[in-house]
């Protein structure tokens, strides 16, 4: 009790501090009294009681007043800590600069034009979108301008009341080793007296059409087959971007890829960060999904699709062979993408012989026999689109990347971009469906045909969610012993391979011991079982959860068999839970 009311008073000196301060706006002090008079201390403890971390994937958090929340003086304090970095690290340049990008948010609009003046003041050159933009059509434009870094604010799929902020580097990816630690420092070092506020309109130049035109023409040049779009341009293809940012660019780079036929949800066509029609902007949760489908039933449609709000992911739905609407999942997502790219890449005798696909070490490993099979190198990286870009960039020159994914929905066919890019993944898509419909098949027939050529996977994600630091010292305390005690079997068959990425060494089933070559180490265990089980364990960076991703492998022979697999591997999955103690 005692330690809970030291931890209340702490905040409340500090929130007072922000009422004396002449710093903090009118409006942001009102907020702060409000929290102070409260009779439940809740809200003002955690907003107060720590300092939102800038990390290696830069800010994301709830907006309000606050040490702990989002707002323009975290915002602002991170800016100042990227421009004191650029201007050390690039010290021998006449002119540094950067590109700024937002998404739908409520906010986003407003910290960006702060950014860009933070920048400005700091004697960067800013090139700031007009409007809100994609995700990847930012990472887009710093290559295309020759930037050293860019930002975009934006939250992602997280609920309507967060947002976030995400820094790049110069190759157009999010900010890797040695630069992340470095900016770390850096924005550590800066209070909210140290921001520069105003700077130079002539070091803002506002964007937007023309970087519009030239990535839409880039994303056009990865149509594999046109001549199968033009004979089915009139495929009926219904798309959501969820009230972000998908519809600036979307239905434009459909058109443009030539389909004809394109039904946008008209309620989710409307930019809003409140996001009104859905619980949650995610087309990773099949809700999302709801009124695409429902307008897709009304018209006999052949696939659905969204994108988040910063249409870097994206999410989909086709009928099965009863004609119901199902949702593909992450993996299944990844592994059609890659099969339809290497597939007709090879029909149409495009292959080289230097290509090469990079997956993340949680999704399926369906993805590597497809690739086996082909004669296609593939990587394996950590989770995060940061390192699929780290691998692009380590083979610039060397090797031709075409195409890689997670099971989190993202995908990205090309290197002109260097993040998850749902632009070009939903005109590939459309692409696969046209193709798919030429031969007289759906999109659910070539997943059923990738599992008769190349064995079934199926896949499920368990996240146990633990709050506070009795939560993280249990999520702690789990990994810990996952990584002393590692498992003997799953669901009763014996594990023959056990992968620890916290010592970069892989063990066999008589203990010997092989290094793993990757960047770094990370806090992730995998196991994979003599019958193709595979468990990958990890706590989450950004939630405070334990995530457990599990894979079982089988056989079907046709259609008819896929669900009797699916009702199987669900009974693994049972059983591989009590292997793992949850």
Same mark, same amino acid.
């Given at each position: ?53 800038? @990390? ?59 950014? %860009? ?23 887009? %434009? ?7 870094? @860019? ?30 630690? @470095? ?9 909210? %007296? ?25 994303? =056009? ?14 495929? =009926? ?17 459909? *058109? ?44 006999? @449609? ?268 669900? *009974? ?11």
């Amino acid at each position: 009790m005692s330690n809970n009311i030291e931890l209340i008073e702490k905040c409340e000196q500090t929130a007072r501090q922000w009422l004396k301060s002449p710093l903090y706006d009118d409006a942001t002090k009102a907020g702060v009294q409000r929290m102070l008079e409260a009779e439940d201390k809740t809200e003002l403890i955690d907003s107060f009681y720590q300092t939102l971390e800038f @990390g290696t994937g830069g800010l994301r958090g709830i907006m309000g007043p606050g040490t702990n929340r989002i707002n323009i003086y975290t915002v602002g304090a991170a800016t100042q800590g990227l421009a004191n970095y650029l201007n050390k690290n690039f010290s021998q340049l006449a002119q540094i600069s950067v590109v700024i990008g937002y998404d739908c948010r409520n906010n986003s609009d407003v910290f960006a034009r702060a950014c %860009a003046e933070i920048f400005a003041a700091n004697g960067i050159k800013v090139y700031l979108f007009e409007n809100m933009r994609p995700t990847p059509e930012i990472s887009f %434009a710093i290559r295309h301008f020759h930037c050293q870094s @860019g930002i975009i604010l934006t939250a992602s799929h997280n609920p309507r009341e967060y947002n976030g902020y995400k820094a790049y580097w110069d190759d157009g990816a999010q900010v890797l080793a040695p630069h992340d630690t @470095g900016i770390i420092e850096e924005v550590n070092k800066v209070s909210v %007296a140290d921001i520069k506020w105003d700077g130079p309109d002539e070091l803002i130049n506002i964007i937007g059409q023309e970087v519009d035109n030239a990535y839409l023409d880039q994303v =056009k040049t990865l149509s594999i087959d046109p001549e199968c779009i033009h004979r089915q341009k009139d495929l =009926k293809i219904v798309y959501t971007p969820l009230h972000g940012t998908g519809m600036m660019l979307i239905p434009q780079s459909l *058109k443009l890829w030539g389909f004809e036929n394109v039904h946008c949800v008209p309620k989710q066509m409307v930019k809003d960060g409140n996001f009104p029609t859905v619980v949650s902007p995610n087309p990773e949760n099949g809700e999302a999904l709801t009124m695409a489908i429902d307008l897709a039933q009304k018209i006999d @449609g052949d696939i659905v699709m969204a994108s988040d709000p910063d249409a870097d992911r994206v999410g989909m739905a086709c009928k099965n062979d009863k004609g119901q609407w199902v949702l593909i999942n992450g993996h299944q997502t990844c592994m059609i993408f890659l099969y339809y790219i290497i597939r007709n890449r090879i029909a149409q005798g495009k292959m080289k012989g230097n290509e090469f696909i990079v997956k993340t070490i949680v999704t399926t490993e369906l993805i590597k026999t497809i690739a086996d099979k082909n004669g296609i190198e593939m990587f394996d990286c950590y989770t995060g689109f940061k390192w699929i870009a780290r691998v692009i960039g380590d083979m610039e020159g060397k090797k031709q990347y075409i195409g890689g994914g997670e099971e989190s929905y993202g995908f990205l066919a090309e290197d002109f971009v260097r993040d998850k890019d749902a632009v070009s993944a939903c005109s590939l898509l459309a692409e696969i469906c046209a193709w798919a419909k030429d031969q007289g098949k759906t999109l659910y027939d070539i997943l059923m045909d990738i599992y008769k050529e190349y064995g079934f996977s199926y896949n499920k994600a368990i996240n146990l969610v633990r709050p506070g630091k009795s939560g993280a010292d249990e999520i702690k305390a789990m990994m810990e012993k996952y990584h002393s005690t590692p498992l003997k079997e799953l669901a009763g068959s014996p594990v023959t391979l056990t992968k620890d990425f916290k010592q970069l060494k892989a063990f066999d089933a008589q203990g010997n011991a092989t290094p793993i070559t990757m960047p770094q180490t990370s806090d992730v265990i995998q196991w994979f079982a003599q019958n193709g089980t595979k468990v990958s364990v990890r706590p989450s960076g950004t939630e405070p959860k334990i995530k457990f991703y599990l894979e079982v492998r089988g056989t079907i022979q046709s259609a008819d068999e896929y669900e009797d697999a699916v009702a199987q591997a669900e *009974k693994k999955f049972k059983d591989i839970e009590l292997s793992l103690g949850i």
